[in-house]
């Protein structure tokens, strides 16, 4: 017989806790107007690098911020203890908004995106002529990952000692990408190469990618020599680099106003995110010409109006020619 009032117990009532728990909640946020302005640096499994003014501060991403990523790169807001003292930890309230974000999946069939690094402007693609071999169909990938994200690219030839540049570039003249070529020898200790590199990323934030191997991080090492990371070699059984950078970690240039972000190694640069109808933006000269094209043109079909744009010669030709062969690179693997 079930008891009510003051003669009932423990065991005559059975009572779940709210699922809401017993304090009001509210959907209104504080502001953090107070907060303060900081960049991420680095990230290291769930913990955040983040310069602000002239020290650096750990931090972690507050609760209210939910699933939101916080890459390398970011401009945030921080609050909690701002000492940078050891064993200290500030918080991420917001994230600002990004004026760029580069982007990649693993494989052009996954859709989950994965943000490189944020507020870059500059993309320094890597790549070196020999030892291992040059990969043309990922540099056209990363390519179309510049100019969806609105980078510029710049093109970095390493080991001019061990293979001529020309044949790569003249695959590449059409699109008139700034580009730098370098040599081993020359980053052993010729300070002219390093600054004719420094002058190219003096006053931007670039990105470094390229494959393992191509001596990306000994390049970012000469460029910041207080800051070496580690090298590897390239495997003599399969030509590939082996991974020696893990994370991202974005470093000031001495003695220049600017930015380099060092990138792990990449063996595949996914676009599933890609847009195709995007990367037109990047030819000027050709765009105009796609108003007469059909509905949803690949630009790589019979009736494409770019074909009769170049023949009046407003283009010239090559430069159609490469961004087909942009536009065909998203549609096979860049794995060789």
Same mark, same amino acid.
């Given at each position: 017989?079930r008891r009510?009032?003051?003669?009932?117990?423990?065991?005559?009532v059975r009572? !779940?806790?709210s699922?809401?728990?017993t304090?009001p !909640?509210?959907h +209104?946020r504080?502001?953090?107007e &107070?907060? /303060?302005?900081g960049?991420?640096?680095t990230?290291?499994r769930?913990r955040?690098? *983040?310069l602000?003014? &002239? #020290?650096m501060i750990?931090?972690?991403k507050a609760?209210?911020?939910g699933r939101?990523?916080?890459?390398?790169g970011?401009r945030?807001? @921080?609050?909690?203890?701002?000492s940078?003292?050891?064993?200290t930890l500030?918080?991420?309230? %917001?994230?600002e908004? %990004?004026?760029?974000?580069l982007?990649r =999946?693993a494989d052009?069939?996954d859709p989950?995106e994965?943000v490189?690094v944020?507020?870059a402007?500059?993309?320094?693609i890597? =790549?070196a002529?020999? &030892?291992?071999?040059?990969r043309? !169909?990922?540099?056209?990938? *990363?390519?179309v /990952?510049a100019?969806?994200a609105g980078l510029?690219? @710049?093109?970095?030839? =390493?080991?001019?000692d061990l293979?001529?540049?020309?044949?790569? @570039?003249?695959t590449y003249a059409?699109l008139?990408i #700034? $580009?730098v070529?370098?040599s081993a020898?020359?980053?052993g200790? &010729?300070p002219?190469?390093?600054a004719?590199?420094?002058e190219?990323? =003096?006053d931007?934030i670039?990105a470094?990618?390229?494959?393992?191997?191509v001596g990306k991080?000994t390049?970012?090492?000469a460029l910041?020599?207080?800051r070496?990371r580690a090298?590897?070699?390239v495997?003599?059984?399969?030509? #590939?680099g082996?991974?020696?950078?893990v994370s991202?970690?974005? +470093?000031a240039?001495?003695?220049?106003p600017?930015?380099?972000i060092?990138?792990?190694?990449? %063996?595949?640069f996914?676009?599933?995110?890609?847009?195709?109808?995007r990367?037109? $933006?990047?030819?000027p000269? @050709?765009e105009?010409?796609t108003a007469?094209c059909?509905?949803?043109c690949?630009h790589?079909?019979p009736?494409c /109006?770019?074909?009769?744009?170049v023949?009046?010669g407003?283009a010239?030709p090559a430069?159609l020619t490469?961004? %087909?062969?942009?536009? /065909?690179? !998203?549609? #096979?693997?860049?794995?060789?």
């Amino acid at each position: 017989m079930r008891r009510y009032g003051k003669h009932t117990d423990e065991d005559d009532v059975r009572v !779940r806790p709210s699922r809401r728990g017993t304090r009001p !909640r509210t959907h +209104l946020r504080p502001k953090h107007e &107070d907060a /303060a302005e900081g960049f991420v640096v680095t990230v290291d499994r769930g913990r955040f690098t *983040c310069l602000v003014e &002239d #020290r650096m501060i750990t931090a972690m991403k507050a609760r209210e911020l939910g699933r939101k990523s916080v890459v390398v790169g970011d401009r945030v807001a @921080l609050v909690g203890d701002l000492s940078g003292a050891k064993d200290t930890l500030a918080r991420i309230v %917001r994230i600002e908004t %990004r004026s760029s974000t580069l982007r990649r =999946t693993a494989d052009d069939d996954d859709p989950f995106e994965r943000v490189v690094v944020a507020n870059a402007d500059q993309l320094a693609i890597v =790549t070196a002529l020999a &030892d291992p071999e040059p990969r043309p !169909r990922l540099i056209d990938r *990363c390519l179309v /990952a510049a100019y969806d994200a609105g980078l510029d690219p @710049l093109l970095i030839l =390493t080991k001019a000692d061990l293979a001529p540049a020309e044949p790569l @570039l003249e695959t590449y003249a059409p699109l008139g990408i #700034r $580009h730098v070529v370098t040599s081993a020898e020359e980053f052993g200790g &010729d300070p002219a190469a390093v600054a004719r590199v420094r002058e190219l990323l =003096t006053d931007r934030i670039t990105a470094f990618v390229g494959h393992s191997g191509v001596g990306k991080t000994t390049l970012v090492n000469a460029l910041v020599p207080d800051r070496r990371r580690a090298t590897g070699q390239v495997n003599v059984v399969t030509g #590939r680099g082996r991974h020696t950078t893990v994370s991202a970690l974005a +470093l000031a240039l001495p003695d220049a106003p600017g930015w380099v972000i060092d990138t792990p190694g990449v %063996r595949s640069f996914g676009l599933h995110h890609v847009d195709p109808s995007r990367v037109i $933006h990047a030819f000027p000269d @050709l765009e105009p010409g796609t108003a007469d094209c059909p509905r949803a043109c690949s630009h790589d079909e019979p009736d494409c /109006a770019l074909d009769a744009w170049v023949a009046a010669g407003h283009a010239e030709p090559a430069r159609l020619t490469s961004l %087909r062969r942009l536009l /065909a690179s !998203r549609e #096979r693997p860049d794995k060789s």
